[in-house]
């Protein structure tokens, strides 16, 4: 779409829709993605340093 365009030209690494349910098995999936996204994002980048506690 037009918005992640948008967001990939100002710098967005990645994209990722929200889950469509509440329901607790969606919502750990998308934590879980989440997670990994940042981690790879992270690991690719200059700027910033990813701590884990």
């Given at each position: 779409?037009?918005?992640?365009?948008?967001?990939?030209?100002?710098?967005?690494?990645?994209?990722?829709?929200?889950?469509?349910?509440?329901?607790k098995?969606?919502?750990?999936?998308?934590?879980?993605?989440l997670?990994?996204?940042?981690?790879i994002?992270?690991?690719?980048?200059?700027?910033?340093?990813?701590?884990?506690?």
């Open positions: 779409s037009e918005m992640i365009n948008q967001a990939i030209d100002l710098g967005a690494v990645s994209s990722l829709v929200p889950p469509s349910s509440n329901k098995e969606d919502i750990e999936k998308f934590k879980n993605i997670h990994h996204r940042i981690t994002a992270s690991l690719k980048s200059n700027r910033f340093t990813l701590e884990c506690k």
